[in-house]
């Protein structure tokens, strides 16, 4: 079945970029999506990508997409400690009933 | 403003208890899903739909049953609950279309049983 996976926990010093990355195993994924979950909160949408694109670039956020190796990335440029979160992938296919596969989340730590 | 709302931020229950989880969304949206989230396993798919009255199994179903009877409305129903029920429960909506959907997130229902 369709799978997204991605490492569970980063750890990175205020002002460095991180970069958190994700594979996914559905070779139909149209639409490719990170989500941000800050604590105690529900998950948000940061930014997605279609699968047509190579990356895609939102003030500090850049993503990377390489669809013939089934890789995703998100680059947090200057990180904050206010960019401390859970960061969750999630694809989903073209057709109307496909369900959003989502990763099981990278925490996001910042050092000082 | 979209907005998804889940009827309680903290729930306690005891075990054999039956327990419904409400959530509501104004957005005319026509999917709205279950997942719960626990340390170490991501979000996991327990039911979603697709209509009202429409429902299909998620990836882990067993021990919940849901209800759709309005567009805005979609209930989890834990029929006996059970300690390992305890989790966060996260309800979702977006609209049913091929096109490029976002999933809206309600703020979560920390469920404990005891």
């Known amino acids: 079945g369709e799978d997204v996976e991605q490492s569970l926990f980063l750890s990175v010093r205020e002002g460095d970029s991180s970069v958190i990355n994700c594979t996914y195993t559905?070779?139909?994924?149209?639409?490719l999506y990170w989500y941000k979950q800050e604590p105690g909160a529900g998950l948000q949408l940061l930014t997605y990508i279609f699968s047509n694109m190579d990356m895609k670039q939102d003030q500090r956020l850049t993503v990377l997409l390489n669809k013939k190796d089934k890789h995703l990335s998100l680059r947090i440029a200057d990180t904050q400690t206010g960019d401390s979160a859970i960061y969750f992938c999630a694809e989903k296919g073209r057709d109307r009933d496909d369900k959003i596969i989502f990763g099981k989340g990278t925490r996001l730590h910042i050092l000082p | 403003d979209v907005k998804v709302t889940q009827s309680s931020r903290y729930l306690v229950k005891r075990t054999g208890e039956k327990v419904f989880l409400e959530c509501v969304q104004d957005m005319d949206h026509e999917n709205m899903f279950w997942y719960r989230q626990d340390p170490g396993l991501g979000l996991r798919l327990i039911y979603f739909?697709?209509?009202?009255?429409?429902?299909e199994k998620g990836d882990i179903p067993e021990g919940y049953s849901v209800s759709r009877e309005k567009k805005e409305r979609f209930s989890l129903i834990l029929e006996s609950a059970s300690t390992n029920q305890t989790s966060m429960y996260l309800c979702?909506?977006?609209?049913?279309?091929?096109?490029?959907?976002?999933?809206?997130f309600g703020q979560g229902t920390r469920l404990t049983v005891v």
């Open positions: 739909s697709y209509d009202v009255k429409m429902k």
């Open positions: 559905d070779s139909s994924s149209t639409y």
């Open positions: 979702a909506s977006s609209l049913g279309t091929t096109l490029n959907t976002e999933a809206f």
